[in-house]
């Protein structure tokens, strides 16, 4: 099973930027679809961001839509995900994924094989 490890999360104030990094371990990453998900307590997970095993195509939720960007680097097992314009309703522990299917895409928790540990976000108002 792939393991992953968020870096990058910190305290930002509304309108900043900040960028998490997601690195993975295991030769089959580049098998697998990537994602982003994002939860606030009391709260299901809510999808942010998924990227396809060849990092050609990529999703979004409706609300960081034009605002943030899911990228890949496949040579480095790392997967980025670039959060520009932040709001304080950003405010989420951010998590990592893989597909849970080779070649799958992890739009869905029911979608996503591996997590990371998650990485706290915090914007200020």
């Known amino acids: 099973q792939v393991q992953l490890v968020e870096s990058g999360g910190g305290l930002v104030q509304a309108g900043g930027s900040l960028r998490l990094s997601c690195a993975a371990s295991g030769r089959t990453f580049i098998y697998y679809g990537l994602g982003w998900f994002r939860q606030v307590p009391g709260k299901e997970r809510e999808f942010v961001a998924a990227?396809?095993?060849?990092?050609?195509?990529?999703y979004y939720g409706d609300s960081v839509r034009d605002r943030f960007t899911i990228s890949r680097d496949n040579a480095k097992n790392t997967v980025y995900l670039q959060m520009n314009s932040l709001k304080p309703e950003d405010t989420a522990v951010y998590y990592c994924?893989?597909?849970?299917?080779?070649?799958?895409?992890?739009?869905?928790?029911?979608?996503?094989?591996?997590w990371g540990q998650g990485t706290q976000v915090t914007v200020s108002s």
């Open positions: 994924v893989t597909s849970k299917d080779m070649m799958g895409l992890p739009t869905t928790p029911r979608l996503a094989g591996s």
């Open positions: 990227i396809t095993h060849t990092g050609r195509t990529t």
